[in-house]
């Protein structure tokens, strides 16, 4: 196996760990501050809060979790964050239904 070969089979090992689910109610604190954007204070508050309650969906999240708002959940879901397995998809509450 060439030296490419086996760059190029890191490489993609390396991907798929970064793409793997993380799910925030079951991810350990160094799972969470290997999120790019979670620090280490954000990982707090995600870890005091859930041991609370587990969170119940993204929108139970991004309202008890400061400084992870919907954009912050879009860009964590994009990385395999996750809450209960679910990857964040933009609420349709509120949203007006289209007449038919």
């Known amino acids: 196996m060439g030296l490419r070969s086996l760059l190029l089979s890191a ?34 508050r995600i870890l005091d809060e859930r041991a609370r309650q587990p969170f119940k969906d993204w929108a139970d999240l991004v309202a008890r979790v400061r400084g992870i708002g919907k954009t912050g959940a879009a ?14 998809a933009k609420e349709s509450a509120g949203a007006p239904v289209p007449a038919q």
């Open 11 to 44: 490489a993609l090992l390396c991907s798929g760990a970064a793409l793997a689910q993380i799910d925030i109610n079951t991810a350990t604190e160094a799972e969470l501050d290997g999120i790019r954007g979670i620090g280490p204070a954000t990982t707090r």
């Open 75 to 88: 860009r964590f879901s994009a990385q395999g964050f996750t809450v209960n397995g679910e990857p964040y």
